[in-house]
């Protein structure tokens, strides 16, 4: 997923489903200096991470 691809689910109204290694997450931050998100899973452990937005797919 590119950068601009990630604010607009951020910003976004609807839920988008977003991907990271095949498993659902949710965008809680950006960092455009780094192109990098912080996500965390839908389900399982409140792992939260830093990830390159390019590793993000949508669903």
């Known amino acids: 997923m ?3 691809r990630a604010q607009e689910i ?3 109204e609807e839920t988008i489903e977003v991907l990271n ?3 659902p ?3 809680e ?3 455009p ?3 990098t998100a912080t996500v965390r899973p839908l389900e399982g452990p409140e792992i939260v991470r830093e ?3 390019t ?3 949508e669903g």
């Open 10 to 12: 951020v910003n976004s």
């Open 25 to 27: 997450v949710w965008i």
């Open 55 to 57: 590793e993000l797919v």
């Open 33 to 35: 200096a780094k192109n």
């Open 21 to 23: 290694n095949g498993v």
């Open 2 to 4: 590119d950068f601009k």
């Open 51 to 53: 990830v390159p937005v």
């Open 29 to 31: 931050n950006l960092n």
